[in-house]
Each structure stands twice: as C-alpha cells, then as structure tokens.
C-alpha cells in the first residue's frame, strides 16, 4: 500500500469528510441494504490511512451506495457517513472523471 499524505486533504476541498471518530463497530456494515462489505466502515478506514489508490479503485462501490443513511442513523459514532459518500463522489468526479459536477 502507498500512503498518500494529502489525500484527505485534497478530499476536505470537495467537501466535509470525518470519520475520526469510526469504532469500528460494523453496525453500518450489518445495515446496509446492499450488502456492501466494504462500506463504510472499510472504506472510511482506507481513506483516513491514505490509502488513495485502494480508494479510487472502489469507485464503482462508492458511487452504488443509495445515500438512505440506514447506516448513518444508527452509527454510534455520529458520523455523517452520506456526507462523507457525497465528498468521496466528489472527489472522484473532479480528481478522477475530470468532471465540474459531482
Ligand atoms: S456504525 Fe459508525 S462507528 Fe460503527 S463502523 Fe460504521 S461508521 Fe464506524
Ligand atoms: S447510505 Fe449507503 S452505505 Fe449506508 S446503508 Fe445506505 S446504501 Fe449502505
């Protein structure tokens, strides 16, 4: 794994993102309708480590997320897990797509 540095920085200019305070816990994981392994828990994980590469890489997931905040309702942690979906979308939209809009 190549750790980028300024990588949530770079994110925090397309939006908020923070999940500093994630436990964890798997509750977000267990309560995703989709199913999806590697959301969020994973994925913020990855993000918080610099872990860009990993990250561009689940692009396809990021963007299957349906926003119902099932998980973000019932985190422990507060984390405005949509929020940090929305920045991530974003960030790939400009960073990766090279498109104005996310
Ligand atoms: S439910 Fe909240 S605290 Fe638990 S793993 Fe998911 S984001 Fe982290
Ligand atoms: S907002 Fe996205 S990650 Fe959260 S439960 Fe809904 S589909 Fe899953």
Do not use: W
């Not at 980028?4 to 770079?10: A, V």
């Not at 939006?15 to 994981?29: H, I, K, R, S």
């Not at 989709?34 to 990855?46: A, D, S, T, Y």
């Not at 507060?78 to 979906?85: L, M, P, S, W």
């Amino acid at each position: 794994m190549k750790v980028d540095s300024g990588f949530l920085h770079t994110l925090h200019l397309g939006g908020e993102f923070d999940a500093n305070l994630c436990m964890n816990c798997g509750t977000c994981t267990a309560l995703c309708p989709l199913g999806i392994e590697l959301m969020p828990r994973k994925l913020f994980r990855r993000v918080l480590l610099g872990d860009k590469e990993s990250v561009v890489g689940q692009s396809e997931t990021i963007f299957s997320c349906l926003l119902c905040r099932m998980c973000e309702s019932n985190c422990p942690a507060g984390i405005h897990i949509a929020e940090n979906v929305r920045s991530l979308r974003t960030y790939l939209n400009h960073e990766v797509y090279g498109l104005a809009e996310a």
